[in-house]
């Protein structure tokens, strides 16, 4: 039987928190009022993952957590609580760091393309490949270290070793009896082991991690071979739906997800991380319920900023950086990192885009090939969106080549042969998708978010940077399509994937509303202790006024998470040190600079400022929560995230967490009464209407209100969250109120009844969830 969809609760499942773990806390999740247990990857992983996206075949439930046999234990605990299973499935690539540990890979390096699964990686076996038509795989530091090869002989079979590394050797070309120099056997075999830095490699991966290689999910065969776990969860009604990891790398992600659709049947809940640009609609052509939720945590977040902030702000960035942060860079510096980042870090899936593209030609004049990849490059920094291949954004390639040819006349002829294979070429089509997608991942979110600080919540995936803040209709109308359009999609606020959990954001998202303090902060701390780039004090500091404690106490566990995700950041962002050229001293100086901010008067500045604003801090934790799982879609709760959480990126967001914490918390009381508020009432929430609310008097604007009522039946609960605290003026918010419809009306919150005009400081706390009374 599918349990009705009401909210979920996000688990990361490893072996140190499996299936059993999940059942020793079912009272807790049942106790939030969530419908579904939403389950990370549960597929055999590469040994020590934490995180199941690197999943090895033959696709079977991991041992680690508990076999089929756990997870048949977890739907038997979860179904007598009312609970269901939303399961994570990862179809585009595979885990391939240890090949050992791949056997369909493992045989392809063997046997190279007489391999039965060498049709199911998207290899490039072409001559021009940069490995003589053999597969690159990027291991060696420099060619000098061919020299360091071996044959490893003490297993059953013998290998190549590469230090810890280790591949197989096709039949007969090494005989004991006979050796040979391990750079001999090398050069038999259908694998050929490249520097890192070539810019070769043999295969598609996912984005740029070499250890996770792209699976051609467009041939039905390999669908039916990696799908074989999935219907079996089906056929045996062990989950109640599935979310898609990253559909967008797929060839064909509209044909695969009607494969997909077709084996879980209509009524299960289907959904995908499809990450949309701020302007992007999801295409309604596609078999899902909708997205696991980045733009609402966009919206959700942007309603809360305080405009007032965005000039000290960007005045603030400008005398740091030389920049303001504002759109106009953002654009600028986007486009200009796409093309730079596809040069240096996608050269080889540039390489073969260009051939796809060339081999379309025919007999006629094909480009330089130095001009088609300058205009590969020109379109894939100008499309602003993860792929263009969807109906719904039919035309956004043709009106950008446009732009493109006026911009630079001299690559007419690349840009018209770009239109043409993509126009008439399946293969040209999908591979510019995929480039684009992978490009502006690497890009964007683990480039560009990095190295700009002018407010820092709002450099999220999915997010818009450049857009400082939403005003009220911005909100209402993002929420009024989502609910008649998408009303199943998911509505996240924290995931794995998030750089900083919401309560973090929401905590810098405030420094907007106190601009000018903030700024006297900053400037005092860089006085007393300069940092080592404008840009990455700017950017460290307001990440560290996020995790600050509260009573400013300093844990060595602290220190030590901050200092590790410094060093992420500062690489990611590529300012002064990367992650293939690091620089030792930099990054010495950064570190060296944080430890002066823990040690220094610049802590009893952080301290006495997160002291003397944690009221506003936790409101603007509690109205983003309370306004997320009450909007259009379905709430989705990160582990651990119904208290406070301080969590930054993976692997940081991927901590236990502390179940034995006090549910007698604000946060957890607005997630207990949203939840079971969902359960109660699902026609007015999983397919009810959105109503904007608006309240009246001299701080109208401080008040984001909306409401939910069943189809066409008006108005049933409300909710009401309170803004800009920290500039709120209180005989203003005295006499400003919301005109509540005819009845009588109860603040679940606090169990108070209201009627008629009810003044906003009267509803008690900073949001307010308002029912309708049973006449």
């Known amino acids: 039987m599918i349990l009705p969809l009401t909210a979920t609760y996000r688990l990361q499942l490893h072996a140190e928190f499996t299936f059993a773990d999940a059942i020793e806390h079912l009272d807790h999740y049942a106790a939030l009022g969530v419908s579904h247990l939403y389950l990370s990857p549960i597929q055999t992983a590469q040994a020590g993952s934490n995180h199941g996206y690197d999943w090895v075949p033959p696709p079977e439930v991991s041992p680690s957590l508990g076999g089929i046999e756990g997870l048949r234990a977890l739907r038997a605990a979860t179904t007598a609580r009312g609970i269901g299973l939303i399961v994570d499935i990862v179809p585009n690539h595979t885990g391939i760091e240890d090949p050992r540990q791949n056997p369909w890979w493992w045989d392809v390096l063997r046997l190279g393309a007489s391999s039965e699964y060498a049709t199911y990686f998207d290899i490039d076996w072409s001559q021009d490949n940069g490995a003589e038509g053999k597969i690159a795989l990027p291991v060696l530091g420099s060619a000098d270290d061919l020299d360091a090869l071996e044959i490893d002989a003490d297993g059953s079979e013998p290998e190549l070793a590469f230090y810890e590394h280790r591949f197989p050797l096709a039949p007969g070309t090494y005989d004991p009896a006979h050796p040979k120099p391990a750079t001999a056997v090398h050069e038999e075999q259908s694998y050929r082991l490249v520097p890192w830095n070539m810019g070769v490699i043999g295969y598609r991966r996912f984005f740029s991690v070499n250890g996770l290689a792209g699976l051609r999910q467009e041939d039905p065969a390999v669908y039916d071979a990696t799908h074989t776990l999935v219907r079996h969860l089906i056929a045996e009604d062990l989950t109640d739906g599935i979310r898609v990891d990253h559909p967008d790398g797929l ?8 494969r997909l659709r077709a084996d879980i ?18 295409d309604p052509s596609l078999p899902v319920d909708g997205t696991t939720g ?8 942007a309603v809360l900023v305080d405009p007032d902030g965005e000039e000290p702000l960007g005045d603030l960035h400008q005398r740091y950086t030389g920049d303001r942060g504002d759109h106009l860079w953002v654009e600028a510096t986007e486009r200009q990192l796409k093309m730079s980042i596809l040069a240096e870090t996608f050269p080889a899936e540039r390489a073969r885009l260009r051939r796809a593209i060339e081999a379309t030609a025919g007999g006629a004049d094909i480009p330089a090939a130095d001009d088609l990849d ?21 035309g956004t390639l043709e009106t950008l080549l446009d732009t493109e040819k006026k911009r630079l006349p001299a690559l007419t002829q690349s840009f018209d042969l770009i239109a043409s294979a993509v126009a008439s070429d399946a293969e040209s089509r999908a591979r510019l998708a995929q480039v684009c997608g992978a490009v502006t991942a690497k890009s964007v979110e683990d480039c560009l978010f990095y190295r700009t600080a002018r407010l820092v919540s709002l450099q999220e995936v999915g997010g818009s940077p450049g857009v400082f803040a939403d005003s009220l209709d911005d909100f209402h109308s993002f929420n009024a399509d989502r609910a008649a359009a998408w009303p199943r999609a998911m509505t996240s606020l924290s995931t794995h994937d998030t750089k900083r ?11 907007s509303q106190i601009p000018e303090r903030w700024t006297e902060l900053v400037d005092r701390s860089q006085a007393r202790n300069p940092a080592p780039a404008g840009v990455t004090g700017l950017f460290l500091r307001q990440n560290l006024f996020g995790v600050w404690p509260v009573d400013g106490v300093l844990t060595q566990g602290l220190r030590s998470r901050v200092h590790d995700y410094a060093t992420k950041a500062i690489r990611e962002g590529g300012v002064g040190t990367t992650w293939t050229d690091v620089d030792e001293a930099f990054e010495s100086a950064v570190h060296a600079w944080l430890d002066r901010i823990f040690d220094g008067p610049c802590a009893d500045d952080l301290t006495e400022l997160i002291h003397d604003t944690r009221d506003h801090l936790e409101s603007d934790s509690v109205v983003q929560k309370a ?3 009450l909007a259009p879609g379905i709430p989705d709760v990160y582990q651990g995230t119904e208290w406070f959480d301080d969590s930054l990126v993976d692997p940081d967001n991927r901590r236990p967490v502390d179940y034995a914490q006090s549910v007698d918390h604000p946060k957890v009381a607005v997630v207990r009464t949203a939840l079971h508020l969902r359960r109660r009432r699902p026609e007015v929430f999983v397919a009810g209407d959105y109503h904007p609310v608006s309240a009246t008097g001299p701080a109208a604007g401080h008040v984001v209100a909306f409401g939910r009522g069943e189809p066409g039946a008006g108005v049933s609960v409300i909710v009401a969250g309170c803004r800009w605290t920290a500039r709120l003026d ?8 919301l005109e509540l419809p005819a009845g009588t009306w109860r603040e679940l919150l606090t169990g108070t009844d209201f009627t008629g005009s009810v003044a906003t400081a009267r509803l008690g706390t900073s949001v307010a969830i308002l029912e309708r009374a049973e006449e």
């Open 501 to 511: 959990s919401e309560d973090v954001r929401a905590r810098i998202g405030f420094l």
């Open 251 to 258: 060839a064909d992600p509209a044909g695969y997800l009607a």
């Open 627 to 629: 306004l997320a799982l």
């Open 294 to 301: 980045y733009e609402v945590l966009r919206a959700v977040g």
């Open 374 to 394: 300058v205009a590969i490059g020109a379109v894939v920094a100008g499309l602003g969106v993860y792929r263009s291949d969807y109906p719904i954004l039919s």
């Open 265 to 282: 049947g209509p009524d299960r809940v289907l959904l995908i991380e499809k990450i949309l640009a701020r302007s992007e609609p999801l």
């Open 730 to 737: 209180d005989n203003d918010w005295e006499h400003t109120t």
